[in-house]
């Protein structure tokens, strides 16, 4: 996908989901956007600050992992390179799986990190995301199940995605022979599509055997993988308790209490929503169900969406202009499952 496409993507999602949303608030009560006002800064200040530190905590995972076999790497230069792969992957359909191929290159070109290893390290802090992301769904349905019992079957399929794919992860990295098989069973049933790609060989399974032992090769160079999963599951578990509480922060920055259990549950909702849909960004599908839930706390219809524009602004737009100005400067102009350029 060219690069001035997923920037015509992102400013007019953007744009659509900014005026649609503006049009609910006004729809709900009549003349609310001006009406409704914070009623305490204090706690939005808080939610900002949270805005501010979740994709540090994103880029300190990455940095704690891939440490271990290139030591010489700085936090900045991983820090834009973060940021560029979040660029990406919310502006373009969760099908491409564009964003850990852009973090790699732009970690190579600011540090010259290989992109076998940054993909090993990747794959780790992926795995303790979807790790982190299942303890969390655990904890949460229980705590709301009283608020959502209606809802259960919903959030029984999206888990039990969220488990399917975790076992994956497990897979690729401590079996080399199960991963392969996946690879080369995905390379076999989209051959046709995958040929169509720029960068792609006549080969396709002779390049995926080749990308597998690079990739193997340098994941064997990662030391006490088990641990560093550990404590990458436990980064992603806080990371979303901090994005839940700013939801709570939010809510009370209007003059509304909102229980944690339902703020969990608003939030990992969207989550589901992003990867389901394979909508980039989740924008639209994420936002209604963020809405429907929020909604189970009996706030306000205006205050809802406003509270869901505050949240999806911090955590979703926030850190997709912050990559895409990495991108910019970068000069990245394509992006594709197979190449970066």
């Known amino acids: 996908m060219k690069m001035r496409t997923i920037f015509a993507t992102m400013i007019g999602l953007f744009i659509a989901w900014f005026v649609i949303l503006s049009i609910f608030l006004g729809f709900f009560d ?55 792969g979040f660029f990406i992957d919310n502006m373009t359909p969760g099908l491409l799986v564009g964003g850990p ?14 992109a076998a290893k ?4 990747l794959v780790i802090q992926m795995m303790g995301w979807f790790i982190g992301l299942c303890a969390f769904t655990i904890v949460f349905l229980l705590l709301a199940a009283p608020y959502i019992i209606s809802n259960v079957l919903a959030f029984a399929i999206g888990f ?11 897979a690729i990295v401590f079996s080399e022979k199960t991963a392969e098989g996946l690879v080369l069973w995905g390379v076999r049933k989209f051959s046709r599509i995958l040929s169509k790609l ?81 909508i980039p960004g989740g924008v639209g599908p994420s936002d209604l169900s963020e809405a429907y839930f929020l909604s ?15 949240h999806r602004f911090l955590f979703l737009w926030m850190p997709t202009f912050m990559g895409a100005i990495v991108a910019v400067e970068m000069g990245i102009r394509q992006v594709s499952i197979t190449k970066v350029e």
């Open 160 to 170: 039990i995605f969220f488990i399917g794919v975790t076992f994956v992860f497990i």
């Open 296 to 310: 189970l706390a009996g706030l306000p219809a205006n205050v809802v969406v406003s509270i869901v524009m505050v």
């Open 118 to 121: 940054s993909m090993s390290s």
């Open 30 to 84: 009549i003349g609310s956007l001006t009406k409704l006002h914070f009623v305490d800064w204090r706690p939005l200040v808080i939610a900002v600050a949270i805005g501010f530190a979740v994709p540090l905590i994103w880029a300190a995972s990455w940095h704690n992992i891939i440490k271990r076999i290139y030591r010489h790497v700085q936090f900045m230069p991983l820090f834009n390179s973060m940021l560029a």
């Open 198 to 278: 720029k960068g792609a060989g006549a080969d396709l399974e002779a390049q995926a055997r080749n990308w597998l032992r690079r990739f193997y090769r340098n994941l064997r160079l990662i030391p006490a993988k088990r641990r560093l999963l550990s404590v990458t599951s436990v980064m992603f578990f806080t990371m979303t308790v901090l994005q839940t509480i700013a939801l709570v922060l939010i809510a009370a920055s209007f003059g509304y209490k909102l229980d944690l259990a339902i703020a969990g549950i608003a939030f990992i909702s969207t989550i589901f929503a992003e990867f389901i849909t394979t």
């Open 101 to 114: 191929p852009t973090m790699s290159y732009v970690l190579k070109l600011r540090a010259g990190v290989s």
